[in-house]
């Protein structure tokens, strides 16, 4: 069973940035699409990036061209920049492959992003 462990949240002021880190143990990482999702208040869990094994790259409309995946499989480890954050970004932020319910690993303890002035 791969562990996922995020980090990089904090508190920032809107139009700041953060970069997150998910840290994935097992090799199986570089066979894997992999995403970041996050989850508000309230609110149910979104995927909010995604990158496929050969880097191909998705993104949802509310965080396009301010938010970029990347990820490095020598380190078993993805990225999430994070550009121009604003309040309705503000949510706990986790990493996961983008497979079915069944096939997801189990989900780490997140990291919390709060934009807030």
């Known amino acids: 069973q791969v562990q996922l462990v995020e980090s990089g949240g904090g508190l920032v002021q809107p139009g700041g940035s953060l970069r997150l880190s998910c840290a994935a143990s097992?090799?199986?990482?570089?066979?894997?699409?992999m995403g970041w999702y996050r989850q508000a208040p309230g609110k149910q869990r979104e995927l909010v990036a995604g990158?496929?094994?050969?880097?191909?790259?998705n993104y949802a409309e509310s965080v396009k061209g301010r938010f970029t995946i990347s990820r490095d499989n020598a380190k078993n480890t993805m990225y999430l920049q994070m550009n121009s954050l604003k309040p309705e970004d503000t949510a706990v932020y986790y990493c996961?492959?983008?497979?079915?319910?069944?096939?997801?690993?189990?989900w780490g303890q997140g990291t919390q992003v709060t934009v807030s002035s």
């Open positions: 996961n492959n983008m497979g079915t319910i069944a096939t997801m690993w189990s």
């Open positions: 990158m496929t094994r050969s880097s191909s790259t």
């Open positions: 097992g090799s199986i990482f570089k066979f894997s699409a």
